[in-house]
């Protein structure tokens, strides 16, 4: 089983059931829970826009007006990234550099001797790597420059 690779969606259909029945509660992949937070900000929003929705009150109406500034953070999220896609824990020590504030130089450009990635947390495990969602690269020899960024991995599409 461990090297088993999954040849079909029905297969991989079996092995989601198999993980929900082990943790007791819903396992999907990632996209599909992004895609869910998506479809129910809409409805907010049209629940509280849209003239043949309107009443007196609707659910989100204090609130749904922020919802769509709220998603593009969430959306560029570093921390959710490392917490969802990097797998890391909360980080809880701060950087003496950038004492707990992102640093767009020290996560993209130039690295923090202590390895907070720019984001003001200091790593809490010695195998977490910084998670920006792009990796940077010495190219000596580039017509651009000295570094330059070589993938982007998607966050939360
Ligand atoms: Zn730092």
Redesign the pocket.
């Known amino acids: 089983m461990k090297n088993h690779v999954i040849s079909n969606n029905e297969e991989a259909q079996e092995l989601i059931k198999r993980l929900q029945e082990y943790y007791h509660e819903p396992v999907l992949p990632l996209s599909s829970f992004c895609r869910a937070m998506s479809v129910w900000r809409d409805c907010i929003v049209k629940n509280n826009t849209d003239p043949n929705l309107l009443r007196q009150e609707n659910q989100g109406g204090r609130y749904f007006n922020f919802l769509d500034e709220l998603y593009v953070d969430i959306r560029k999220s570093n921390l959710l990234a490392r917490l969802l896609y990097a797998k890391e824990p909360l980080r809880s020590r701060m950087?003496p550099?950038?004492k707990g504030h992102y640093?767009g130089n020290?996560m993209f450009f130039e690295k923090?001797p202590?390895l907070?990635d720019?984001t003001?947390w200091l790593r809490e495990r010695a195998g977490d790597e910084g998670f920006s969602g792009i990796k940077i690269v010495e190219t000596p020899d580039s017509e651009i420059g000295k570094r330059r960024v070589q993938k982007w991995f998607g966050k939360f599409r």
Request: aromatic fraction near 0%; glycine fraction near 20%; include cysteine.
């Open positions: 950087c550099i950038h640093d020290a923090c202590h907070c720019g003001g």
